[in-house]
Every structure is written in C-alpha cells, then in structure tokens.
C-alpha cells in the first residue's frame, strides 16, 4: 500500500482530475455569471421606460408651486407630502398618468413654515425629495 501512494502516477492522475474538475466547474460559472449579465441588461433596458423622470423643483415652496413629471408609459401614480416622520400630511394626486408631461399644482399656503417630502410612488418606483415651505 506505501508504494501505491508514493507513485508519481496515482499523484499525477488525482492532480489531473482535481485540474479537470475546477476547468469544467469555473467554465459552467462563468457560462452562468454571462446569460446572467446579458438577461440584466436587457431588463433594464425594459424597465428604463418604466421609470418617470422628476422635473426640477424649486428650492423654496410658496403659495402655488407646480411640480412637472414626464412619463414614457400610463402608470398609476400617487404623489404626497410627508411629514419629517414620513406620514402623509396631503395626498397630491393618486390615480393613472399618461404618457407625456404632468403638472400637478401644490397649495403650500396650507403648510406652515418648514421642511417636507415629496413622495412620488409607482409600481415600478418611488421617488423621495425633502422639500422647503418659506411662506
């Protein structure tokens, strides 16, 4: 049995098979790790015209203020303004957007003085922004 584990050739051949093993292994993770990256993009680019973009706001809110947002599909959509505790003080609008550009026109003369947060949420995002009442 001692000259069975000393040979250079029972040590080759179990060397050789770990060897194989690892090559075939690492090539099936790498084949994975490819279908994986290339199903992430193409998600992403299916969800990218799903998101809606935010226009600029203002720095400070006073008296009538619009917010814009543009979408590339009809979503649901519900924008809030929420308190620093994030409960929701104003429910803005909730309903469907379409496609296009949206105004939707905030009374901050109904909000004392301080700060706040615009909440936009859609199925596919939600959109936080502190905001500043300066009336």
């Known amino acids: 049995m001692q000259e069975f584990l ?3 050739t029972i040590w080759s051949f179990l060397l050789n098979t770990v060897g194989l093993i690892s090559l075939v292994v690492g090539s099936w993770l790498i084949l994975k790790l490819l279908a994986f ?7 992403h680019k299916v969800n990218a015209k799903n998101y809606i973009n935010l226009l600029k706001l203002p720095s400070k809110f006073k008296g009538q203020t619009q917010i814009g947002v543009q979408s ?6 519900e ?3 929420l308190l620093s505790d994030e409960s929701i003080l104003e ?3 909730k309903g469907k957007v379409d496609v296009g550009e949206k105004i939707f026109v905030i009374d901050s003369s109904k909000f004392q003085n301080g700060i706040y947060y615009l909440s936009i949420t859609t ?3 939600k ?3 502190k905001i ?3 009336n």
Do not use: A
């Open 79 to 81: 924008l809030n303004i």
């Open 6 to 8: 000393e040979s250079d």
């Open 132 to 134: 500043i009442v300066d």
């Open 91 to 93: 429910t803005v609008y």
């Open 72 to 77: 590339s599909i009809q979503q649901n959509l």
């Open 37 to 43: 990256i290339i199903k992430l993009k193409k998600n």
């Open 127 to 129: 959109i936080l922004r």
């Open 123 to 125: 199925s596919f995002q």
